[in-house]
């Protein structure tokens, strides 16, 4: 079973460690960060499954983290967290495509049941490829093709191809591979990205592939189209 995601946008650090513990328990996977600069930075990645986002926040609130978002054509679902008294933050929010709000103090089923409800139907909509100019990932078959040419990839070289592709010409860090793939905890080093981002380069190239893996020296790796 696929462990899921969560980011957790909260400026009250002992609410923010609180839901993580109560995320971790059961048994997803969990960044949390305590302003809407950071909150935004993340959820650009793309690696996340759902998003707990509280609507009042330094730096950016949640509504303008929701707008952004959406703008940039990220559709991870996000719950807003908020008071009773914003009700009006509460329609903006959803106006601007959040997809659920969630009024404090909620309970921990509650909260479990609204994240389920989420990443299901984000799971139902899903498409069956992901595609970047003329290369297509399969996500039933783990197959990578260009035209009439096609490779089969490894688990782990379906998830980083899976991640790049998701995000084309966007910058993935290492440290996003490996806490969404590994595992937030793991001690999984560099090299074993490196090694994987080999493995799917020479894949391209048997594939004659137009797409390369370009390297962002001390950050990470992005998707391009080679012209």
């Given at each position: 079973?696929?462990?899921?995601?969560?980011?957790?946008?909260?400026?009250?650090?002992?609410?923010?460690d609180?839901?993580?513990?109560?995320l971790?328990?059961?048994?997803?996977?969990?960044?949390?960060?305590?302003?809407g600069?950071?909150?935004?930075?993340?959820?650009?990645?793309?690696?996340?499954d759902?998003?707990?986002?509280?609507?009042?926040?330094?730096?950016?609130?949640?509504?303008?983290?929701?707008?952004?978002?959406?703008?940039?054509?990220?559709?991870?679902?996000?719950?807003?967290?908020?008071?009773?008294?914003?009700?009006?933050?509460?329609?903006?929010?959803?106006?601007?495509?959040?997809?659920?709000?969630?009024?404090?103090?909620?309970?921990?089923?509650?909260?479990?049941?609204?994240?389920?409800?989420?990443?299901?139907?984000?799971?139902?909509?899903?498409?069956?490829?992901?595609?970047?100019?003329?290369?297509?990932?399969?996500?039933?078959?783990?197959?990578?093709?260009?035209?009439e040419n096609?490779?089969?990839?490894?688990?782990?070289?379906?998830?980083?191809?899976?991640m790049?592709?998701?995000?084309?010409?966007?910058?993935?860090?290492?440290?996003?591979?490996?806490?969404?793939?590994?595992?937030?905890?793991?001690?999984?080093?560099?090299?074993?990205?490196?090694?994987?981002?080999?493995?799917?380069?020479?894949?391209?190239h048997?594939?004659?592939?137009?797409?390369?893996?370009?390297?962002?020296?001390?950050?990470?790796?992005?998707?391009?189209e080679?012209?």
């Amino acid at each position: 079973m696929v462990t899921l995601n969560i980011l957790v946008v909260e400026d009250e650090i002992q609410l923010a460690d609180t839901l993580s513990e109560i995320l971790r328990r059961n048994k997803y996977k969990v960044d949390a960060v305590y302003d809407g600069g950071d909150g935004l930075d993340y959820a650009r990645t793309g690696i996340y499954d759902c998003i707990l986002l509280d609507i009042m926040l330094p730096v950016r609130s949640g509504v303008e983290v929701v707008r952004i978002l959406r703008q940039e054509k990220i559709s991870t679902p996000v719950m807003l967290l908020t008071a009773k008294s914003e009700v009006e933050d509460k329609i903006n929010g959803l106006d601007c495509g959040a997809d659920d709000y969630l009024t404090k103090p909620f309970s921990t089923g509650e909260l479990l049941a609204r994240i389920r409800a989420l990443t299901r139907r984000k799971g139902e909509v899903e498409v069956d490829c992901l595609q970047f100019g003329q290369l297509c990932l399969d996500r039933q078959t783990y197959a990578l093709s260009q035209g009439e040419n096609s490779i089969k990839l490894s688990l782990k070289e379906y998830q980083i191809m899976e991640m790049l592709l998701a995000n084309p010409r966007r910058i993935i860090p290492k440290e996003r591979f490996i806490e969404k793939i590994w595992g937030y905890e793991s001690d999984v080093e560099y090299n074993n990205i490196e090694v994987y981002i080999s493995f799917l380069r020479k894949k391209l190239h048997a594939i004659d592939s137009p797409v390369q893996i370009r390297t962002a020296r001390g950050i990470g790796y992005s998707l391009e189209e080679s012209k």
